[in-house]
């Protein structure tokens, strides 16, 4: 089946540092979408993405579609104590089920 | 907003039990998705609804059984429970309108003990 490579599997970093994050797939997606998910709740969409090279910012996330539309990456800017969780991305072909990486678990020192 | 509302957040029951566990989705959507998600693991797709009618199927075991009602609710049934079911149940809901979004509830924590 379709398989997600989520990158790094966690990070832990000073508050006020930028952190990067990417996702990769064997297979082509149409969209991409980045959630975040803090313990025992739902994941929060952060973020969607439909267009090949398509680069999208909402406040301090920035993310982008891999024009091979087989990777993604995630970079929030000027981390703060609030950014901590599991930041998971999701593929998606034509509007069906997510396929979702392994998640990457975010720890914000302060 | 109106978000994805799933009930109940927590459920207890024992090995051999069924568990009915409930989703209405935000006001519009037409489509509802089912997730399982086991402690540290990536939520996993079980079962999807558009319009009422079964759209997709993915690793639901044949123990457990979906339906979408005319009011867009949905339900996930549950029989014979088995330690292994424990774990976080999500549903998560989309609409024509803003298509490829899924939008997720706050899950249902089910333990079999």
């Known amino acids: 089946g379709q398989q997600l490579n989520q990158s790094p599997q966690s990070m832990f970093i000073q508050e006020g540092e930028d952190v990067s994050m990417n996702c990769t797939s064997s297979?082509?997606?149409?969209?991409w979408l980045w959630y975040k998910q803090d313990p025992g709740e739902g994941p929060v969409l952060l973020i969607a993405?439909?267009?090949?090279?398509e680069l999208t910012s909402n406040g301090r996330l920035t993310a982008q579609f891999g024009i091979t539309r087989k990777d993604s990456f995630l970079n929030i800017s000027a981390s703060i104590p609030s950014d901590v969780g599991i930041y998971f991305c999701?593929?998606?072909?034509?509007?069906?089920?997510?396929?979702f990486g392994a998640g990457t678990i975010l720890r914000v020192k302060s | 907003a109106a978000g994805v509302i799933q009930s109940p957040r927590h459920l207890i029951k024992e090995k051999r039990e069924t568990a009915t566990l409930k989703c209405y989705p935000i006001p519009r959507h037409d489509t509802v998705y089912w997730y399982q998600q086991g402690p540290g693991q990536d939520p996993q797709f079980l079962i999807s609804f558009y319009e009422k009618m079964q759209s997709d199927k993915g690793s639901i075991p044949d123990r457990f059984s979906a339906q979408q009602f005319s009011d867009y609710h949905s339900e996930l049934n549950m029989s014979s429970l088995e330690l292994g079911d424990s774990a976080l149940y999500f549903c998560a809901s989309s609409g024509l309108s803003v298509s490829g979004e899924q939008y997720f509830g706050p899950g249902t924590r089910l333990t079999v003990l």
């Open positions: 999701a593929g998606q072909l034509y509007g069906n089920k997510l396929v």
């Open positions: 297979s082509i997606f149409n969209t």
């Open positions: 993405l439909y267009k090949a090279g």
